[in-house]
């Protein structure tokens, strides 16, 4: 059953920003504040790396988007756990259409996700770019680190490096990367109907506050492009201030639009303005929030990446290594107490990015010292480049795997040495035998904490069984 839909009073903020928005959308501002007060939708993203997801309606502009009918309890579906989707709203997947209008979906490139947190716009760049591009997944806010940490080693993606340095650490990387997503602080009146606080901390004030930030974020990021590079901004903000003005200065710097190519079906406004071509999302137009993008080129000759170099097969390959695929196209790198796994073909570019940021993670974490000895690390067991046939294995059913998830012990018989459980044939987490039973290894900031679900289950899990 749905939430109670929000109550129809007009707060001061929204009455303030149905004032502004009459001059862009004349008599529909009528419709759109009665969708504001509506139920918004629910909707998730598919991990197609690792499951073919739900028979359910497809997000038009997004591939491996679908809406569900409800909100279910995902704290308690052992497949949101091990990544196998993201719950997303559908207006933010609209990243997949300007990833296409930037051609660069196929190359091995290297892309930077500015400001990442708290992983949704990355998990999907990483879908949609060559699994040998290399994504840099940054956030400055200590508190969002680890949520974008965890987001990004549930997804399993290989060639994913997390940092957490402000923009202006950027000028210690010029012209390194060949695409930037800007997902900007805004002023949050996108998400005016899915989240109280936004709504009531909205001013004209804050918008002004806002377009400072963006303005100083965007110099930092234009600075880092490549030459021929692409800019990808968005907000989830109807405001001109803080969308075509803020890229009106890089069109004077030479920067050029490009338009995203649009069903005009899906309800998605595309237009001009001070010569930016931007997209519009507006919820009485379509099935989701409230959001502005827009795709931006750097002038400068663009030379295509070539291929990355494969390392010649080693001979020796570190104990770590033999729990990924092909282990031998694989190098290892240890910071601190954990060994991390990267591709040699990038390991000049990581050496770049650890001098100018604070690097978290360069590659996969392969295994982490405890108490003097070196054992898996938990983002190792959920990454799609661990080779499953070297692990001894503990398939889950569904109950197993939320006692797992709780942070429970499993009972066994004889048990020893280190195991993956599986749930639905994908990793979940490490075990570790102890006789008569399987000590767990999934990390305590990860475990459920409630008791029991606060809505339905998932409609595509059958209590006790595996999912199709």
């Not at 234009?222 to 405001?239: D, F, H, K």
């Not at 990038?346 to 690097?359: K, S, Y």
Request: glycine share 8%.
């Amino acid at each position: 059953m749905g939430r109670p839909a929000p109550s129809r009073s007009r707060s001061q903020p929204l009455r303030t920003l149905v004032e502004r928005l009459e001059q862009q959308l004349g008599d529909e501002v009528t419709g759109l504040e009665d969708a504001l007060h509506a139920e918004p939708p629910v909707t998730v993203r598919i991990n197609p790396a690792k499951w073919k997801g739900p028979d359910r309606p497809v997000v038009p502009w997004c591939a491996s988007g679908r809406y569900l009918a409800d909100r279910p309890s995902f704290t308690f579906d052992p497949l949101f756990h091990a990544g196998a989707y993201y719950v997303q709203e559908a207006s933010s997947m609209l990243l997949e259409q300007a990833v296409k209008a930037t051609g660069l979906q196929d190359a091995p490139i290297v892309a930077l996700d500015l400001c990442a947190a708290p992983g949704g716009k990355t998990t999907h760049l990483r879908s949609l770019l060559h699994p040998e591009a290399l994504v840099v997944a940054n956030e400055i806010d200590r508190k969002r680190q680890p949520t974008l940490m965890e987001n990004c080693w549930k997804w399993g993606a290989p060639n994913t490096v997390i940092s957490g340095s402000a923009p202006v650490a950027l000028r210690n990387t010029p012209e390194c990367f060949d695409l930037i997503l800007v997902d900007a602080p805004c002023s949050g009146e996108g998400m005016f109907r899915k989240d109280a606080y936004a709504r009531e901390q909205w001013s004209p004030e804050l918008v002004d506050a806002c377009a400072r930030t963006q303005s100083s974020i965007l110099d930092h990021a234009w600075s880092a492009l490549r030459p021929g590079g692409w800019l990808i901004y968005s907000t989830c903000t109807w405001e001109l201030q803080e969308n075509e003005q803020q890229l009106d200065r890089l069109t004077k710097q030479g920067a050029q639009a490009y338009p995203l190519q649009l069903d005009p079906a899906w309800g998605i406004v595309q237009g001009e303005h001070l010569g930016i071509l931007g997209a519009r999302c507006y919820p009485h137009r379509l099935r989701g929030e409230g959001l502005f993008c827009a795709v931006l080129r750097k002038p400068g000759a663009y030379v295509e990446p070539s291929e990355l170099r494969i390392a010649e097969p080693q001979q020796d390959l570190a104990d770590e290594q033999r729990y990924l695929l092909t282990p031998e196209t694989w190098h290892t790198l240890e910071r601190g107490e954990i060994r991390y796994a990267i591709r040699p073909g990038h390991a000049r570019t990581i050496d770049t990015l650890e001098r100018a940021l604070q690097v978290f993670a360069p590659g996969i974490p392969l295994v982490e010292r405890k108490a003097g000895r070196w054992r898996p690390h938990p983002a190792l067991a959920l990454s799609t480049a661990l080779d499953k046939d070297r692990c001894t294995t503990m398939p889950l059913d569904r109950e197993q795997a939320i006692a797992y998830l709780k942070g429970a012990t499993l009972p066994a018989q004889n048990a020893s040495g280190t195991a993956l459980a599986t749930y639905a044939d994908m990793g979940l987490g490490w075990l570790h035998g102890a006789g008569n039973r399987w000590n767990n290894r999934w990390p305590t900031p990860w475990r459920i904490r409630a008791h029991k679900p606060m809505a339905p289950p998932v409609s595509w899990a059958d209590a006790g069984s595996d999912p199709a």
